[in-house]
């Protein structure tokens, strides 16, 4: 528990505040209770916890400059911790002894951390500071607004304020599991939430699909190796008309031999015919200069004689080259007659097309289908893996939904309780419902009235207390005056018994119960008044002379 706080700047009337193990009160007395320094107190003691409301006091920095808090914890029956916490350095705190020699410096957070651990609130799935900016409810803080009793500021998400329930509750392992677990399956936990289940791909489908690849598989390596008459029964054709077809083909392939042949033989008569004519009689003269013995008449026989031979050949020959043209001609008409009857009936050329079209056409189509059933395996593999992943993080969900539904209920059941006990059984507990979306609605059935609002955070704060154990409650006089008097002596009885240290603030004194009066006086660590200040002095009215 927190033992003292001891500042150089209070003045000697309350240099060093002490306080007790259970309801500790910070009073105004007298008839002005306002501007006293009570809420400042408050703040004072959140930041010896860590907290930094404090710090936010610029006009107290401008008036009184940097101080130092001394401050003592103890914790059942170890020897007292001393500290130090400075406004120059407030990311730090010093640990101390009694006589103020430090021992050490540690960060905030591992000061905080500590503190947990010394209470044994270190199960609890929250921080210190989460603590203090739920539960330290201090005048002009965020979590004093009665329209949001659960949350730490207005702006903070449903989601935000549930998960710190869960946590608060310790059950901060659900939801590490879940993020953790989301993270790794790159699966989004608020739309596993939210999202219906996805329409799987069947084995079915994908099974038709293979059958309907594989015959048509079968249908292409049929059509490739059927035999021709196969072939021109596939694609529409008689074994007459066929017959036809290759009986003109049978029919070129002979005369195109017989044209080569007849091709060859008039080359050949063409060439016979290009006889060179006997030589000339000038020629004979110069050979007869070397042989003056050669006869010319003799030499003019023979010539003649050579004559009348070629004159026969060449007229052979150029018969022999007209019949062979004439034959060679009707050959060529034949060939050309064939071909434009095997053209004009396009059985080979139709054939050989369709076949390459109908091949082409089963390809592309196979083609097609085992894409599809490609995709639609692939398709059906990712179904399954986000399946598996969402069927994960869904059973996470389902169990963090049976957790937000024990929280409830626990809430609801201890709220009910403590209302009971605050204010008697006519009037209607607070009561939460959370929704496995985490949304939630927070307050009493009938009565949205502001003094049922605080009503509802109070009690709302006491449950907590009780369930969860946290170190340590603040509640501001704007909040406790909010109550009837009987109502503030049950919740100043509930204080006392609770079993925690409870801060609270309450001014003007007189207005309270003469049995509120005397134990809120009983309880007092601190008594303000306007002649005895926080730190001494107002800086809020004006000085003699009417200026500030």
């Given at each position: ?9 209070f003045?000697?009337t309350?240099?060093k505040?002490?306080?007790?193990p259970g ?20 703040r004072?003691i ?5 907290g ?24 059942g ?22 006589e103020?020699?430090?021992i ?11 503190l ?6 270190n199960?609890?799935g ?11 409810r ?8 009665e ?17 710190f ?6 059950y901060?392992?659900?939801l ?15 739309k ?12 079915e489908e ?18 490739m ?13 008689s ?45 004979f ?52 007659r ?27 189509t ?9 995709e ?36 609801n ?70 109550f009837?008097?009987q109502?503030?002596?049950?919740l ?16 003007r ?40």
């Amino acid at each position: 528990m927190l033992l003292s706080i001891e500042c150089d700047k209070f003045p000697e009337t309350h240099r060093k505040i002490t306080f007790g193990p259970g309801l500790n009160t910070v009073i105004g007395v007298g008839e002005g209770g306002h501007a006293i320094g009570k809420s400042t107190f408050l703040r004072i003691i959140d930041f010896v916890f860590g907290g930094n409301c404090y710090l936010k006091e610029e006009e107290i920095l401008r008036e009184i400059g940097h101080h130092e808090m001394y401050f003592a914890f103890q914790f059942g029956d170890k020897a007292p911790l001393y500290f130090c916490r400075k406004t120059t350095d407030p990311d730090n705190v010093i640990s101390c002894d009694k006589e103020r020699h430090v021992i050490e410096t540690t960060s905030i957070s591992k000061f905080q951390r500590t503190l947990m651990e010394n209470f044994e609130a270190n199960r609890i799935g929250v921080s210190l500071n989460d603590i203090s900016e739920h539960f330290f409810r201090i005048y002009r803080r965020m979590n004093v607004l009665e329209q949001y009793p659960l949350s730490a500021k207005p702006s903070e998400k449903p989601e935000t304020t549930v998960n710190f329930l869960i946590r608060l509750f310790r059950y901060a392992d659900i939801l590490n599991q879940i993020q953790s677990t989301a993270k790794e399956l790159h699966v989004d936990p608020s739309k596993v939430r939210s999202q219906t289940p996805e329409q799987m791909i069947t084995p079915e489908e994908i099974d038709d699909l293979q059958k309907t690849v594989d015959s048509l598989k079968t249908r292409l390596k049929d059509t490739m190796e059927k035999n021709e008459a196969a072939q021109t029964q596939l694609f529409g054709y008689s074994p007459r008309a066929m017959d036809q077809a290759n009986k003109m083909r049978r029919e070129l392939t002979g005369l195109a031999d017989q044209q080569s042949r007849l091709n060859a033989q008039l080359t050949a008569i063409q060439k016979s015919m290009e006889i060179k004519a006997p030589d000339s009689m000038e020629d004979f003269e110069d050979l007869q200069t070397f042989f003056p013995e050669i006869s010319m008449q003799k030499y003019e026989a023979i010539s003649s004689f050579h004559n009348r031979i070629r004159e026969i050949l060449l007229r052979e020959l150029g018969r022999e080259e007209e019949r062979l043209k004439k034959l060679l001609a009707r050959c060529e008409h034949e060939i050309a007659r064939l071909q434009t009857s095997l053209e004009e009936s396009g059985t080979a050329r139709k054939m050989s097309t369709q076949l390459v079209s109908e091949c082409a056409s089963l390809m592309n189509t196979i083609s097609r289908y085992e894409a599809q059933l490609q995709e639609l395996i692939t398709e059906r593999n990712q179904q399954l893996e986000r399946a598996a992943a969402k069927k994960q993080i869904r059973d996470l969900l389902n169990q963090e939904r049976e957790i937000m539904q024990t929280i409830e209920n626990d809430l609801n059941t201890t709220m009910g309780r403590i209302n009971t006990f605050l204010i008697g059984e006519t009037e209607r507990a607070p009561s939460i419902h959370i929704t496995a979306e985490k949304d939630f609605t927070f307050g009493i059935r009938g009565n949205s009235s502001e003094a049922a609002a605080f009503r509802s955070m109070v009690v709302y704060d006491l449950a907590i207390l009780q369930l969860c154990d946290i170190p340590s409650l603040i509640h501001d006089s704007n909040i406790l005056k909010r109550f009837e008097d009987q109502q503030l002596d049950q919740l100043l009885t509930f204080y006392e018994t609770s079993g925690h240290q409870i801060f609270v603030a309450y001014d003007r004194l007189s207005a309270a119960s003469e049995n509120a009066r005397e134990r809120l006086l009983k309880y007092a660590a601190l008594k303000l008044s306007e002649d005895d200040l926080l730190f001494g002095r107002p800086w809020s009215k004006k000085k003699t002379g009417g200026k500030a």
